[in-house]
């Protein structure tokens, strides 16, 4: 069973910088399109970037630009890297499948991005 596990997060001023890790020990994340979402304070989950099995990538307009979203197959690993990041960008951060079921068992604890001066 897939279980995620993100890291990475932390308190950075605006305009900075922060580079999220999305691993699974016991599943093969290569077989799937994979995602970061994000939920902000008061606000519903929301998709940030995804990555398909061959590298493809979008992102959401609010982001494009300062983020990317990577992936290292042979580190059954996700990344996220954050640049440039806003107040706005405050965020618990989750990974997941691009076709992620909404089930709570199916995600991660996240980590929690908080962008303030």
């Known amino acids: 069973q897939v279980q995620f596990v993100e890291s990475g997060g932390g308190l950075v001023q605006p305009g900075g910088s922060l580079r999220l890790s999305c691993a699974d020990s016991?599943?093969?994340?290569?077989?799937?399109?994979m995602a970061w979402y994000r939920q902000g304070p008061g606000k519903q989950r929301e998709l940030v970037a995804t990555?398909?099995?061959?590298?493809?990538?979008t992102y959401a307009d609010s982001v494009k630009g300062r983020f990317t979203i990577s992936r290292d197959n042979a580190k059954n690993t996700v990344y996220l890297q954050m640049n440039r990041l806003e107040p706005e960008d405050t965020a618990v951060y989750y990974c997941?499948?691009?076709?992620?079921?909404?089930?709570?068992?199916?995600w991660g604890k996240g980590t929690l991005v908080t962008v303030s001066s």
């Open positions: 997941n499948t691009v076709h992620a079921n909404s089930d709570p068992r199916y």
């Open positions: 990555i398909t099995i061959g590298g493809y990538t």
């Open positions: 016991g599943s093969d994340l290569g077989i799937y399109a």
